[in-house]
Nanobody, 116 residues
Framework: QVQLVESGGGLVQAGGSLRLSCTAS????????MGWFRQAPGKLREFVAE????????YSTELVKGRFTISRDNAKNTVYLQMNSLKPEDTAVYYC?????????WGQGTQVTVSS
């Protein structure tokens, strides 16, 4: 089992920045892809970004490219999502995810609200 705990959400004005963190615990040894999803009210959960085990390859949705950056620190079992130039449409609950040995794990979510 892998447990994920997010932090760093909050309220920010449009154009501002936030950094989300997600720390993994439990069976974290070995390859584990980590990423972020988000879910806005009334919408389905959508992929935001992910990073491979080494941290060399990252992927993100076109909606956030050039604004959001995902990174990880394996020594701390932590993945980060740096969010810049935030827009009101980025408002959502952001969930950390981990995929390990074919199993998927989720954090409890952290609210990000961007005011116009």
């Amino acid at each position: 089992q892998v447990q994920l705990v997010e932090s760093g959400g909050g309220l920010v004005q449009a154009g501002g920045s936030l950094r989300l963190s997600c720390t993994a615990s439990g069976r974290t040894f070995g390859p584990m892809i980590m990423g972020w999803f988000r879910q806005a009210p009334g919408k389905l959960r959508e992929f935001v970004a992910e990073v491979d085990w080494i941290g060399a390859k990252t992927y993100s949705t076109e909606l956030v490219k050039g604004r959001f950056t995902i990174s990880r620190d394996n020594a701390k079992n932590t993945v980060y999502l740096q969010m810049n130039s935030l827009k009101p449409e980025d408002t959502a609950v952001y969930y950390c995810s981990a995929e390990k040995e074919g199993n998927y794990y989720w954090g409890q979510g952290t609210q990000v609200t961007v005011s116009s």
